[in-house]
């Protein structure tokens, strides 16, 4: 029987730390999640009541220190080494505990100088300690790949070090009961691990918070989970002493940072295997779907969680829409209810396995046949509405023209009459297909509320596209009055160059003729521009 020992070399040591994750940031994931199960230990074994514990996050960018501390059960003397010092050999279980591999604590490594653990367990009257060497960890690791070769092994032993002290000497007592990880002089490239605000805007959407107080809809997602039997796992997190929420609102802002829709709404959704067991449940934001939501609203996308800790980033689920685009239109939440729905190592997707393709298949399926019909039909329905109220405004401001004698001619009069018909046509066809989608919208769940939304925010009925007062009559014949239903002649019609009274007959003419090759050369809005400005001098340079 061949006895020879198996080698791990430096290099996996690299890949479990500066290789593992592509963001800085997941080291405050990973140490959250592991204080999370502590603290669902606490609670079991009574050592805390519900709500008590706590995880409180220090950054000092001055010092450039990081502190990451709860008060959960610690770890005992005897078992601190073992536990700490062993690598991927964890107590915990898969679909019990939040982390389960033993390979999160070493993440630190990769950002800092020197990553120290301290532990205190109720009742003892000693703080355990495990000072590691980061720095020298990458000297080593850098050196293996260099062809002097080391071991993980003999890399660990080199950079590890354990002492005890009493609990008094750190200002603890023998009921003091807590671990604290802590990451001394950051790395000059890591410098976005200090900084608040990143750290605050990552935490609000990663770590298992509770919603902040101005979502007003986060009672309607508890008491869908509370029917489900489904416990929202959330705690009390703090940063800089600054209590971390899900920062999810109810208004969407666009790329300006202008209001560009509400939230007026939640529809949540479960899903269930064949066996009618509940593998996952959802909720998602209603909105009026005008368009895309713009990145600067930090809570976009569909965002996968397990055990209400964010698996990926907000694209997670981008890849079960239709469209890439279509996971932009939403804000919401799936939690992953099915134990075998595994985050693999780096917590940015799930381990391949049939729970995974059953999830897939499911949410695939929702997301085709409701979620992608409804922010077209959304677009659809805005877009359309929109004809409808520029056929309402051409209408009005051809009108205002009429009444303030601001045509040049009456070539330009009937010019500006066209695009209002043009307009009234696609008003038109605006308006049939407005009624085809709502006349389909019954066996929807949530498309009926997003027509309400968006004709309700309308204030009044939408009227059916009506004749201007009165059509243009063949060039031959009399114009009429627009405005009204009187008869005039067209030479009485107010002109527009009419106005620069300043000036004699025959320079109107001149002007109106200028005018009219403007109006004949460029399209409606830049001859009105030109013509605009042209007027302005004219009547500036005689005053």
């Not at 080199?158 to 003091?176: H, L």
């Not at 693999?344 to 729970?355: G, I, L, M, T």
């Not at 929109?386 to 051409?394: A, R, S, T």
Request: with cysteine; proline share 3%.
């Amino acid at each position: 029987m061949d006895t020879q020992d198996y080698v791990f070399g430096a290099n996996i040591l690299e890949n479990l730390t500066t290789g593992m994750y592509q963001d800085s940031k997941v080291i405050y994931r990973e140490y959250i999640q592991n204080a999370c199960d502590q603290i669902d230990k606490a609670v079991s074994e009574k050592l805390l009541a519900p709500g008590e514990g706590t995880i409180n996050i220090w950054l000092d960018r001055g010092k450039r220190n990081i502190i990451i501390e709860d008060n959960a059960t610690g770890i005992p003397a005897e078992d601190f080494k073992r536990v700490l010092g062993n690598i991927a050999d964890s107590d915990k279980k898969i679909g019990e505990d939040k982390g389960f591999r033993g390979i999160g604590r070493l993440c630190g490594l990769a950002y800092c100088e020197q990553l120290e653990f301290m532990s205190t367990a109720a009742g003892e009257d000693v703080v355990s300690i495990m000072t590691c060497d980061a720095a020298k960890m990458r000297i080593l690791i850098d050196e293996n790949a260099r062809g002097i070769k080391h071991t993980a092994n003999e890399v660990l032993h080199a950079i590890n070090s354990f002492t005890t002290k009493n609990v008094e000497e750190c200002g603890f007592s023998v009921d003091s009961h807590l671990f604290r990880v802590t990451m001394l002089n950051i790395n000059k490239e890591n410098t976005d691990l200090l900084d608040f605000q990143q750290v605050k805007d990552y935490l609000s959407f990663v770590a298992p918070v509770p919603y902040q107080s101005n979502f007003y809809y986060r009672s309607e997602i508890y008491n869908h989970a509370k029917a489900l039997g489904f416990k929202i796992d959330e705690y009390n997190i703090f940063l800089n002493g600054e209590a971390i929420f899900k920062k999810y609102t109810t208004v969407l802002k666009d790329s300006n940072g202008n209001k560009l829709d509400d939230i007026f709404g939640v529809y949540c959704h479960d899903f269930f295997n064949a066996d009618g067991k509940l593998i996952a449940w959802m909720w998602v934001g209603l909105s009026k779907f005008t368009k895309a939501i713009p990145k600067n609203n930090k809570m976009r996308g569909l965002r996968l969680r397990k055990e209400n800790i964010q698996i990926g980033g907000e694209d997670a689920l981008q890849k079960l829409f239709k469209e890439d685009r279509g996971n932009s239109y939403f804000i919401g939440e799936v939690f992953a209810v099915d134990p075998d729905l595994i985050p693999n190592s780096q917590r940015d997707y799930f381990n391949e396995n049939p729970a995974r393709f059953e999830f897939e298949i499911k949410l695939r399926m929702f997301f085709a046949e409701e979620l992608h019909r409804i922010y077209h039909s959304g677009s659809t329905l805005n877009a359309n509405y929109k004809k409808i109220d520029m056929y309402e405004q051409k209408r009005s401001e051809f009108k205002a023209k009429v009444a303030a004698g601001n045509f040049i001619d009456d070539i330009h009069r009937e010019r500006e009459y066209e695009v209002v018909l043009k307009a009234k046509e696609e008003a038109e066809t605006a308006m049939e297909k407005i009624e085809r989608l709502k006349n389909k919208a019954s066996d929807s769940a949530i498309l009926p509320q997003v027509i309400k939304r968006i004709e309700d925010d309308r204030r009044k009925p939408v009227p059916p596209p009506t004749q201007p007062d009165s059509p243009l009559p063949p060039k031959d014949a009399k114009h009429e009055n627009v405005c009204g239903n009187e008869k005039e002649k067209s030479n009485t019609i107010g002109r527009r160059v009419d106005k620069l009274t300043q000036y004699s007959r025959k320079e109107r003419k001149l002007i109106s003729r200028i005018w009219s090759i403007i109006i004949t050369a460029t399209d409606s809005e830049t001859a009105e521009m030109l013509i605009s400005k042209i007027e302005e001098a004219l009547m500036k340079q005689r005053d």
